[in-house]
Protein backbone atom coordinates (compact mmCIF):
# COMPACT_ATOMS: atom_id res chain seq x y z
CA UNK A 1 0.00 0.00 0.00
CA UNK A 2 1.10 3.28 -0.86
CA UNK A 3 1.14 6.05 1.58
CA UNK A 4 0.52 9.81 0.70
CA UNK A 5 2.32 12.71 0.95
CA UNK A 6 1.17 13.30 4.43
CA UNK A 7 1.13 9.92 5.64
CA UNK A 8 5.13 9.64 4.15
CA UNK A 9 5.62 13.04 6.22
CA UNK A 10 4.04 11.87 9.73
CA UNK A 11 5.97 8.16 9.01
CA UNK A 12 9.16 9.99 8.49
CA UNK A 13 8.86 12.31 11.76
CA UNK A 14 7.87 9.70 13.78
CA UNK A 15 11.15 7.81 12.86
CA UNK A 16 13.17 10.98 13.68
CA UNK A 17 11.28 11.19 16.79
CA UNK A 18 12.20 7.92 18.11
CA UNK A 19 15.91 8.33 17.03
CA UNK A 20 16.10 11.00 19.05
CA UNK A 21 14.47 10.02 21.82
CA UNK A 22 11.23 11.06 23.30
CA UNK A 23 11.90 13.76 25.66
CA UNK A 24 12.55 17.63 24.39
CA UNK A 25 13.54 20.53 26.12
CA UNK A 26 12.41 24.12 24.81
CA UNK A 27 13.33 27.21 26.41
CA UNK A 28 11.52 30.12 26.68
CA UNK A 29 12.97 33.48 27.97
CA UNK A 30 9.67 36.11 28.18
CA UNK A 31 9.94 40.31 26.86
CA UNK A 32 10.87 42.62 29.36
CA UNK A 33 7.50 43.86 31.09
CA UNK A 34 7.17 47.20 32.58
CA UNK A 35 7.50 46.05 36.64
CA UNK A 36 11.06 44.27 35.48
CA UNK A 37 12.28 47.89 36.39
CA UNK A 38 14.94 50.57 34.89
CA UNK A 39 17.55 48.03 33.90
CA UNK A 40 16.49 46.11 30.45
CA UNK A 41 20.02 44.71 29.31
CA UNK A 42 19.46 41.23 29.36
CA UNK A 43 21.22 37.94 31.31
CA UNK A 44 20.23 35.89 28.10
CA UNK A 45 22.01 36.24 24.97
CA UNK A 46 20.33 33.73 22.40
CA UNK A 47 22.41 32.19 19.41
CA UNK A 48 21.31 32.53 15.69
CA UNK A 49 20.85 28.42 15.62
CA UNK A 50 17.59 28.80 17.95
CA UNK A 51 18.91 26.08 20.05
CA UNK A 52 21.63 28.03 21.59
CA UNK A 53 21.99 30.49 24.43
CA UNK A 54 24.55 32.11 27.23
CA UNK A 55 23.37 32.78 30.49
CA UNK A 56 25.69 35.80 32.01
CA UNK A 57 27.69 34.67 34.99
CA UNK A 58 28.58 36.16 39.06
CA UNK A 59 30.61 38.99 38.63
CA UNK A 60 34.28 38.18 37.29
CA UNK A 61 32.42 34.81 35.90
CA UNK A 62 32.48 33.87 32.36
CA UNK A 63 28.69 33.30 31.04
CA UNK A 64 27.65 29.79 30.85
CA UNK A 65 26.40 28.24 27.67
CA UNK A 66 23.64 25.75 27.14
CA UNK A 67 22.17 23.86 24.10
CA UNK A 68 18.79 22.66 23.74
CA UNK A 69 15.83 21.27 21.44
CA UNK A 70 14.91 24.88 20.87
CA UNK A 71 15.52 28.34 22.02
CA UNK A 72 12.61 30.65 21.69
CA UNK A 73 13.57 34.20 21.14
CA UNK A 74 11.95 36.48 23.66
CA UNK A 75 10.03 38.14 20.53
CA UNK A 76 8.53 34.42 19.57
CA UNK A 77 4.53 34.70 19.68
CA UNK A 78 1.96 32.18 21.26
CA UNK A 79 1.36 30.71 17.84
CA UNK A 80 5.11 30.62 17.00
CA UNK A 81 5.05 28.88 20.03
CA UNK A 82 2.39 26.49 19.31
CA UNK A 83 3.78 25.52 16.29
CA UNK A 84 6.80 23.83 17.71
CA UNK A 85 4.58 21.73 19.59
CA UNK A 86 1.41 20.82 17.48
CA UNK A 87 3.11 17.51 16.34
CA UNK A 88 3.08 16.61 19.87
CA UNK A 89 -0.13 17.64 20.65
CA UNK A 90 -0.91 15.83 17.46
CA UNK A 91 0.59 12.34 18.72
CA UNK A 92 -2.01 12.59 21.85
CA UNK A 93 -4.71 11.61 19.17
CA UNK A 94 -2.50 8.92 17.92
CA UNK A 95 -2.83 6.82 21.16
CA UNK A 96 -0.01 8.60 22.88
CA UNK A 97 0.55 9.39 26.34
CA UNK A 98 1.60 12.96 26.10
CA UNK A 99 2.44 15.57 29.03
CA UNK A 100 4.32 19.16 28.28
CA UNK A 101 5.40 20.81 31.29
CA UNK A 102 6.42 24.69 32.18
CA UNK A 103 9.18 24.78 34.61
CA UNK A 104 10.18 28.12 36.19
CA UNK A 105 10.18 31.19 38.93
CA UNK A 106 6.89 32.71 39.27
CA UNK A 107 6.98 35.52 36.79
CA UNK A 108 8.92 33.85 34.11
CA UNK A 109 5.79 32.90 31.65
CA UNK A 110 4.59 29.37 32.73
CA UNK A 111 1.07 30.04 32.86
CA UNK A 112 1.34 32.96 29.75
CA UNK A 113 2.55 29.59 27.65
CA UNK A 114 0.00 27.08 28.80
CA UNK A 115 -2.66 28.73 29.54
CA UNK A 116 -2.22 32.57 27.92
CA UNK A 117 -4.97 35.20 28.36
CA UNK A 118 -8.06 36.19 26.51
CA UNK A 119 -9.72 34.31 23.30
CA UNK A 120 -7.02 35.99 20.34
CA UNK A 121 -3.37 35.66 19.90
CA UNK A 122 -2.69 35.74 23.48
CA UNK A 123 -4.30 32.27 23.48
CA UNK A 124 -1.76 29.41 25.02
CA UNK A 125 -0.77 25.84 25.01
CA UNK A 126 -4.36 24.87 26.74
CA UNK A 127 -6.72 26.59 24.20
CA UNK A 128 -4.63 25.77 20.79
CA UNK A 129 -4.31 22.53 21.13
CA UNK A 130 -7.96 21.89 21.94
CA UNK A 131 -8.74 23.11 18.84
CA UNK A 132 -5.98 21.43 16.88
CA UNK A 133 -7.42 17.82 18.31
CA UNK A 134 -11.08 18.72 17.88
CA UNK A 135 -10.09 19.95 13.98
CA UNK A 136 -7.77 16.74 13.28
CA UNK A 137 -10.69 14.38 15.06
CA UNK A 138 -13.31 16.10 12.86
CA UNK A 139 -10.68 15.50 9.55
CA UNK A 140 -10.47 11.71 10.97
CA UNK A 141 -13.96 11.14 10.32
CA UNK A 142 -13.65 10.58 6.74
CA UNK A 143 -11.54 7.30 7.35
CA UNK A 144 -14.26 5.87 9.70
CA UNK A 145 -12.77 7.37 13.13
CA UNK A 146 -15.13 8.38 16.24
CA UNK A 147 -13.29 10.04 18.82
CA UNK A 148 -14.45 11.50 22.72
CA UNK A 149 -13.08 13.60 24.69
CA UNK A 150 -12.60 14.21 28.07
CA UNK A 151 -11.23 16.91 29.85
CA UNK A 152 -10.31 17.04 33.68
CA UNK A 153 -8.19 19.93 35.52
CA UNK A 154 -6.38 19.31 38.87
CA UNK A 155 -3.95 20.80 41.45
CA UNK A 156 -1.14 19.24 43.52
CA UNK A 157 -0.61 21.32 46.52
CA UNK A 158 1.38 20.27 49.36
CA UNK A 159 1.18 16.79 47.98
CA UNK A 160 -2.58 16.64 47.83
CA UNK A 161 -4.61 16.25 44.63
CA UNK A 162 -7.27 18.97 43.84
CA UNK A 163 -9.94 18.94 41.57
CA UNK A 164 -10.62 21.94 39.69
CA UNK A 165 -13.69 20.98 38.53
CA UNK A 166 -15.73 19.78 41.03
CA UNK A 167 -18.29 23.08 40.56
CA UNK A 168 -18.72 21.63 37.07
CA UNK A 169 -20.96 18.42 36.52
CA UNK A 170 -19.81 15.87 33.80
CA UNK A 171 -22.30 18.08 30.99
CA UNK A 172 -20.65 21.46 31.66
CA UNK A 173 -23.59 22.86 34.05
CA UNK A 174 -22.24 24.51 37.46
CA UNK A 175 -22.64 22.69 40.63
CA UNK A 176 -23.04 24.92 43.86
CA UNK A 177 -19.85 26.27 45.09
CA UNK A 178 -20.06 24.56 48.71
CA UNK A 179 -19.06 21.04 46.45
CA UNK A 180 -15.12 22.80 46.47
CA UNK A 181 -15.14 21.25 50.21
CA UNK A 182 -15.35 17.78 49.50
CA UNK A 183 -13.14 14.93 47.86
CA UNK A 184 -9.62 14.16 48.44
CA UNK A 185 -8.44 12.64 44.88
CA UNK A 186 -6.11 9.95 44.57
CA UNK A 187 -4.34 7.63 41.98
CA UNK A 188 -4.78 4.43 40.90
CA UNK A 189 -4.02 2.24 38.23
CA UNK A 190 -6.23 0.22 35.89
CA UNK A 191 -6.06 -3.38 34.75
CA UNK A 192 -3.20 -2.25 31.69
CA UNK A 193 -1.17 -0.32 34.37
CA UNK A 194 -2.54 3.00 33.89
CA UNK A 195 -2.66 5.58 35.79
CA UNK A 196 -5.61 7.28 36.41
CA UNK A 197 -7.16 9.99 39.09
CA UNK A 198 -10.14 8.35 41.12
CA UNK A 199 -13.11 10.35 41.34
CA UNK A 200 -11.95 13.22 39.32
CA UNK A 201 -14.15 15.06 37.23
CA UNK A 202 -14.23 14.58 33.47
CA UNK A 203 -15.99 17.09 31.60
CA UNK A 204 -17.91 16.21 28.34
CA UNK A 205 -15.89 18.04 25.06
CA UNK A 206 -18.21 17.69 22.14
CA UNK A 207 -16.45 16.37 18.97
CA UNK A 208 -19.27 16.66 16.44
CA UNK A 209 -20.11 20.33 17.14
CA UNK A 210 -16.97 21.88 16.78
CA UNK A 211 -17.84 25.27 17.83
CA UNK A 212 -19.59 23.82 21.12
CA UNK A 213 -16.30 21.77 21.82
CA UNK A 214 -14.90 25.09 22.47
CA UNK A 215 -17.32 27.17 24.54
CA UNK A 216 -16.97 23.36 26.87
CA UNK A 217 -13.41 24.41 27.09
CA UNK A 218 -14.13 27.84 27.68
CA UNK A 219 -16.64 26.70 30.84
CA UNK A 220 -13.94 24.33 31.45
CA UNK A 221 -11.15 26.70 32.07
CA UNK A 222 -13.58 29.38 34.23
CA UNK A 223 -14.51 26.72 36.37
CA UNK A 224 -10.88 25.96 37.07
CA UNK A 225 -9.93 29.85 37.42
CA UNK A 226 -13.19 29.97 39.72
CA UNK A 227 -11.92 26.80 41.78
CA UNK A 228 -8.79 28.33 42.49
CA UNK A 229 -9.95 31.66 43.87
CA UNK A 230 -11.99 29.69 46.10
CA UNK A 231 -9.32 28.03 47.34
CA UNK A 232 -6.88 30.45 47.17
CA UNK A 233 -9.04 32.96 49.72
CA UNK A 234 -9.78 29.45 52.11
CA UNK A 235 -6.08 28.23 52.55
CA UNK A 236 -4.10 31.36 51.62
CA UNK A 237 -2.41 29.52 48.89
CA UNK A 238 -1.48 31.13 45.55
CA UNK A 239 -1.44 29.13 42.29
CA UNK A 240 2.26 29.81 41.98
CA UNK A 241 2.75 27.82 44.90
CA UNK A 242 0.98 24.25 43.44
CA UNK A 243 1.51 22.29 39.76
CA UNK A 244 -2.07 21.99 37.93
CA UNK A 245 -2.97 20.01 35.40
CA UNK A 246 -4.95 19.77 32.54
CA UNK A 247 -6.18 16.46 30.84
CA UNK A 248 -7.61 15.80 27.44
CA UNK A 249 -8.32 12.21 28.05
CA UNK A 250 -8.82 11.01 24.07
CA UNK A 251 -10.41 7.95 23.13
CA UNK A 252 -10.89 7.10 19.33
CA UNK A 253 -12.61 3.96 16.90
CA UNK A 254 -12.35 3.10 13.68
CA UNK A 255 -15.61 1.29 12.61
CA UNK A 256 -14.08 -0.44 9.54
CA UNK A 257 -10.51 -2.00 11.17
CA UNK A 258 -11.89 -2.19 14.52
CA UNK A 259 -8.94 -0.28 15.86
CA UNK A 260 -9.26 1.38 19.96
CA UNK A 261 -6.82 4.41 20.76
CA UNK A 262 -6.62 6.09 23.49
CA UNK A 263 -4.53 8.70 24.23
CA UNK A 264 -3.85 11.38 26.65
CA UNK A 265 -2.74 15.11 26.87
CA UNK A 266 -1.54 16.33 29.96
CA UNK A 267 -0.57 19.92 30.07
CA UNK A 268 1.21 20.71 33.32
CA UNK A 269 2.24 24.43 34.68
CA UNK A 270 3.93 23.75 37.69
CA UNK A 271 5.02 25.59 40.88
CA UNK A 272 7.37 28.30 40.73
CA UNK A 273 10.61 27.06 41.40
CA UNK A 274 12.64 29.55 43.01
CA UNK A 275 14.76 28.98 46.13
CA UNK A 276 13.42 29.18 49.92
CA UNK A 277 15.46 31.72 50.48
CA UNK A 278 14.28 34.12 47.81
CA UNK A 279 10.43 33.55 48.50
CA UNK A 280 10.75 34.69 51.95
CA UNK A 281 9.35 31.37 53.02
CA UNK A 282 10.80 30.53 56.12
CA UNK A 283 8.94 33.04 57.99
CA UNK A 284 5.96 31.40 57.98
CA UNK A 285 5.13 27.64 58.83
CA UNK A 286 2.57 27.25 55.79
CA UNK A 287 4.44 28.44 53.44
CA UNK A 288 7.57 26.29 54.59
CA UNK A 289 5.35 23.45 54.36
CA UNK A 290 4.40 24.40 50.86
CA UNK A 291 8.22 25.38 49.44
CA UNK A 292 9.49 21.87 50.73
CA UNK A 293 6.51 20.08 49.12
CA UNK A 294 7.19 21.97 46.02
CA UNK A 295 11.00 21.19 46.09
CA UNK A 296 10.22 18.10 47.07
CA UNK A 297 8.43 17.39 43.79
CA UNK A 298 10.19 19.38 41.68
CA UNK A 299 13.58 17.49 42.36
CA UNK A 300 11.52 13.99 42.10
CA UNK A 301 10.85 14.97 38.89
CA UNK A 302 14.59 15.75 38.41
CA UNK A 303 15.45 12.19 40.28
CA UNK A 304 13.02 10.70 37.43
CA UNK A 305 14.64 12.14 35.09
CA UNK A 306 18.05 11.05 36.19
CA UNK A 307 17.03 7.82 36.96
CA UNK A 308 15.65 7.37 33.23
CA UNK A 309 19.09 8.89 31.64
CA UNK A 310 21.14 6.42 33.74
CA UNK A 311 18.69 3.44 32.64
CA UNK A 312 18.69 2.41 36.58
CA UNK A 313 16.22 0.16 37.16
CA UNK A 314 14.79 1.34 39.79
CA UNK A 315 12.68 4.82 38.50
CA UNK A 316 11.43 6.73 41.68
CA UNK A 317 8.35 7.72 40.19
CA UNK A 318 6.26 6.80 43.50
CA UNK A 319 8.02 9.50 45.29
CA UNK A 320 5.70 12.19 44.56
CA UNK A 321 2.34 12.76 43.78
CA UNK A 322 3.35 14.47 40.02
CA UNK A 323 5.69 11.99 38.64
CA UNK A 324 3.47 9.25 39.72
CA UNK A 325 0.73 10.78 38.33
CA UNK A 326 2.55 11.13 35.03
CA UNK A 327 4.23 7.85 35.19
CA UNK A 328 2.90 6.87 31.97
CA UNK A 329 4.06 9.79 29.98
CA UNK A 330 7.56 9.78 31.26
CA UNK A 331 8.45 6.19 30.55
CA UNK A 332 8.47 3.60 27.83
CA UNK A 333 5.01 4.26 26.60
CA UNK A 334 5.19 8.20 26.60
CA UNK A 335 6.20 11.42 25.28
CA UNK A 336 7.12 14.53 27.00
CA UNK A 337 8.06 18.34 26.49
CA UNK A 338 9.70 20.52 29.11
CA UNK A 339 9.24 24.07 28.60
CA UNK A 340 11.92 26.50 30.54
CA UNK A 341 10.95 29.32 30.96
CA UNK A 342 13.03 32.04 31.79
CA UNK A 343 12.60 36.00 33.16
CA UNK A 344 15.44 37.77 31.04
CA UNK A 345 16.35 40.44 34.03
CA UNK A 346 20.11 40.39 35.47
CA UNK A 347 18.35 40.01 38.94
CA UNK A 348 16.89 36.76 37.91
CA UNK A 349 19.79 35.32 36.69
CA UNK A 350 20.96 33.37 39.29
CA UNK A 351 17.16 31.83 39.31
CA UNK A 352 17.39 31.30 35.51
CA UNK A 353 21.15 29.18 35.55
CA UNK A 354 19.45 26.87 38.24
CA UNK A 355 16.37 26.50 35.74
CA UNK A 356 18.51 25.95 32.67
CA UNK A 357 21.00 23.48 35.01
CA UNK A 358 17.62 21.32 35.71
CA UNK A 359 16.86 21.44 32.03
CA UNK A 360 20.20 20.14 31.14
CA UNK A 361 19.35 17.28 33.37
CA UNK A 362 15.95 16.42 31.62
CA UNK A 363 17.45 16.62 28.42
CA UNK A 364 19.61 13.88 28.89
CA UNK A 365 16.58 11.56 29.08
CA UNK A 366 15.57 9.38 26.20
CA UNK A 367 12.81 7.56 26.85
CA UNK A 368 12.62 4.04 25.75
CA UNK A 369 10.48 3.66 22.36
CA UNK A 370 7.15 5.12 22.65
CA UNK A 371 4.07 2.89 22.03
CA UNK A 372 0.62 3.37 20.71
CA UNK A 373 -1.75 2.41 22.99
CA UNK A 374 -3.79 0.27 20.31
CA UNK A 375 -6.06 -2.37 21.07
CA UNK A 376 -7.63 -4.32 18.20
CA UNK A 377 -10.78 -5.36 19.08
CA UNK A 378 -11.54 -7.38 16.48
P1 LIG B 1 4.38 32.48 35.84
O1 LIG B 1 3.16 31.69 35.53
O2 LIG B 1 5.65 31.78 35.47
O3 LIG B 1 4.42 32.95 37.24
P2 LIG B 1 3.19 34.40 34.07
O4 LIG B 1 2.87 33.50 32.92
O5 LIG B 1 2.07 34.75 34.97
O6 LIG B 1 4.38 33.78 34.93
O7 LIG B 1 3.91 35.67 33.48
C1 LIG B 1 4.21 36.80 34.27
C2 LIG B 1 3.80 38.04 33.49
O8 LIG B 1 4.56 38.15 32.31
C3 LIG B 1 2.36 38.03 33.08
O9 LIG B 1 1.87 39.33 33.17
C4 LIG B 1 2.42 37.59 31.64
O10 LIG B 1 1.32 38.07 30.89
C5 LIG B 1 3.72 38.18 31.16
N1 LIG B 1 4.36 37.36 30.13
C6 LIG B 1 4.96 36.17 30.32
N2 LIG B 1 5.47 35.69 29.19
C7 LIG B 1 5.19 36.59 28.23
C8 LIG B 1 5.45 36.66 26.82
N3 LIG B 1 6.11 35.69 26.17
N4 LIG B 1 5.02 37.76 26.16
C9 LIG B 1 4.36 38.74 26.80
N5 LIG B 1 4.09 38.73 28.12
C10 LIG B 1 4.48 37.67 28.83
MG1 LIG C 1 1.66 31.06 36.85
Not at 61 to 84: C, L, T, Y
Not at 113 to 136: D, Y
Not at 152 to 167: G, P, T
Not at 236 to 244: E, P
Request: aromatic share 6%; hydrophobic share 35%; net charge neutral.
Amino acid sequence: QLLNGEQLRRALHNRIQELRGNIRVYVRTRPFLPNDGASSSSSIDILPDGESLTIAGRRGENPHAFKFDKVFAPSAGQEIVFDEVSEFVQSALDGYHVCLFSYGQTGSGKTHTMQGSGNGAMRGIIPRAVEQILAQAAALQTQRWTFTMKASFLEIYNEELRDLLVMMNSDGTTRPRDATTATKLSIKRNADGKSYVDGINMVDIDVEDRANGIEQLEAVMAAAARARSVAKTNMNSQSSRSHSVFMLHLCGSNEESGTIVQGALNLCDLAGSERLDRSGAGSNAQRLKETQAINKSLSCLGDVFNALSNGSKHVPFRNSKLTYLLQDCLSGDGKALMFVNLSPTVESSSESLCSLRFAQRVNQVELGKAVKNVQYSK
